[in-house]
């Protein structure tokens, strides 16, 4: 589809392949601080970034917000666009992985929050370094 055959409503679902990969390496970030310290609290919060992220819609979700209003100003006009559905699921997959992992940090179950945190963090390291979207895909 050209850029020329886009509709209005299909133009509001689609947004800069940019944004997305922001997202993730500011997830990796605080992925790798959560294993760092073991704090259940801040995958908790990582979950509610997921979860405005999965059901409100990356434009609305705490880092979609930044990239837009910090990030992408000064960057060139975007080349790509995509479809915002793939990366909202992807957001949902998060989502499940960070409350499985805050409930394990926050119910003594260190290891369950380890691993869940950790398969979280690759798939976030995935798309932020290689634009690889495991959740999309």
Same mark, same amino acid.
């Given at each position: 589809?050209? $850029? ?6 299909? #133009? %509001?679902?689609?947004? $800069?392949?940019r944004?997305?990969r922001?997202?993730? !390496?500011? !997830?990796? @970030?605080? +992925? /790798?601080?959560? =294993? ?6 801040? +995958? ?5 970034? &997921?979860?405005?992220?999965a059901? #409100?819609? =990356?434009?609305?979700?705490? *880092?979609?917000l930044?990239? %837009? ?15 915002e ?9 998060? +989502? ?5 992992g805050a @409930?394990? *940090?926050?119910?003594? %179950?260190?290891v369950?929050?380890? @691993? %869940?945190t950790? /398969?979280a963090?690759?798939?976030?390291? /995935?798309?932020?370094? &290689?634009a690889?979207? =495991?959740g999309?895909?």
């Amino acid at each position: 589809m050209t $850029d020329s055959q886009v509709t209005p409503a299909i #133009a %509001a679902r689609r947004i $800069d392949v940019r944004g997305p990969r922001f997202g993730a !390496t500011l !997830t990796t @970030v605080v +992925l /790798l601080v959560v =294993l760092a310290t073991g704090s259940g609290w801040l +995958l908790a919060a990582q979950a509610a970034v &997921f979860a405005i992220g999965a059901f #409100a819609g =990356l434009r609305r979700a705490p *880092y979609g917000l930044l990239f %837009a209003h910090l990030v992408r100003p000064r960057l060139a006009p975007p080349s790509a666009f995509e479809d915002e559905a793939p990366p909202r699921f992807a957001q949902g997959v998060g +989502l499940l992985f960070a409350v499985v992992g805050a @409930v394990g *940090y926050l119910a003594g %179950a260190p290891v369950l929050g380890v @691993v %869940a945190t950790a /398969l979280a963090l690759a798939a976030a390291f /995935l798309n932020a370094a &290689f634009a690889f979207c =495991l959740g999309c895909e």
